[in-house]
């Protein structure tokens, strides 16, 4: 007997009504599901990671610290530095960082970058650079390389689950933001968390710029695709935060502890996360106006990046929805 036959014979229409109800709603969970499935939501095996210090010419292998563990008091800031790719952009970046963080707070610094699997030698040229250009002391700089590309989301979360410092700041490798606004941010982080040091975080904010000649200069596609984006992100994402993607970010050692073990984007979209993640579990956020110029030389692929990120923050939003991710569980 066919399905068709099957059907035929339900003669009551409620009932009809109500298997294709099921129908679609098994179609649908059975989609979540494989999707969420094919996402991997955890920390990269020892055997995917090569841990690089200036510490001489040689590769040096070293167990990373954790930021769960009691911090280093001398280090105040740990800028965690996602790269791909990024011999032609690092240097600009590195130098501003550097030449700000010498001047305002020296010794009390480090950098980790992160190189998520790059293959124009981004490591070597950042170690290089370190020792050859700006004579770092040991330290003072670290390399963490990803055998295998996973996303800027990824690089993140490995970053700043393991940095010394007091603060952590995520900070884009293509130095779009002016690295001494850094000081904004730790401003207001240190007004948020008071005296009882809560949890806090600290976002740099282009949201004052949107009607400069920045937007205006770009394509009318990519103000399209930006602008869906950003309904998208205001009715599935967070609502409060007007600038979700801007790459500078600051959290205290209590933040990274309450967010990042519980990230499950390793995508462009991760951005978005960590802010649900902080909404969450009630943890006070500032948005801080901080001065940003377009580079060129952007990683994303804006048609094909657009819709994944539009599909990932469906999925998320779904996911914590049905309680299939859950703010309370590491993974
Ligand atoms: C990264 O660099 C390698 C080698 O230069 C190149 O083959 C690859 O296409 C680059 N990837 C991207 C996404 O630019
Ligand atoms: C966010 O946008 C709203 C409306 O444009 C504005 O009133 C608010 O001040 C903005 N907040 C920040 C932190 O930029």
Redesign the pocket.
């Known amino acids: 007997m066919g399905l068709s036959v099957l059907v035929e014979q339900i003669q009551n229409v409620e009932l009809k009504k109500l298997l294709s109800t099921v129908i679609i709603a098994l179609l649908v969970s059975g989609y979540l599901v494989v999707y969420l499935l094919s996402h991997t939501p955890r920390l990269p095996f020892k055997e995917e990671l090569e841990f690089q210090t200036i510490d001489g010419e040689s590769v040096v292998k070293e167990n990373l610290p954790s930021v769960s563990e009691q911090g280093d008091d001398d280090i105040l800031l740990s800028v965690v530095v996602p790269s791909y790719n990024e011999t032609k952009r690092i240097l600009i970046m590195l130098r501003d960082a550097i030449s700000y963080l010498q001047v305002r707070m020296p010794r009390r610094w480090e950098i980790v970058i992160v190189d998520d699997g790059s293959k124009d030698g981004t490591s070597d040229y950042c170690l290089k650079l370190s020792r050859e250009v700006f004579r770092l002391e040991k330290g003072q700089l670290r390399v963490v390389k990803f055998t295998k590309n996973r996303g800027k989301g990824g690089a993140v979360r490995q970053g700043l689950l393991h940095i010394r410092g007091r603060y952590g700041l995520f900070a884009d490798a293509d130095g779009a933001s002016k690295f001494s606004d850094v000081d904004r941010l730790l401003t207001s982080i240190e007004k948020l968390e008071g005296s009882k040091l809560q949890a806090a975080v600290a976002i740099g ?1 282009r ?2 710029m949107v009607n400069t000649d920045a937007v205006v200069e770009r394509s009318f596609i990519r103000n399209l695709l930006m602008y869906g984006l950003h309904t998208l992100v205001f009715v599935f994402g967070v609502r409060s ?3 979700t993607q801007c790459g500078f970010k600051l959290f205290n050692r209590q933040a990274i502890n309450a967010i990042f073990p519980y990230l499950h984007t390793e995508g462009w979209i991760f951005d978005v996360e960590i802010l649900m993640l902080a909404l969450r579990k009630r943890i006070p956020i500032a ?3 901080i001065s940003w110029h377009e580079v060129d030389g952007s990683k994303m692929d804006l048609a094909r990046d657009s819709i994944n990120m539009a599909k990932d923050l469906v999925v998320i939003r779904m996911a914590y929805i049905l309680h299939i991710y859950k703010d309370d569980k590491e993974c």
């Open positions: 904010s949201a004052h935060i007007n600038d948005e801080v106006p």
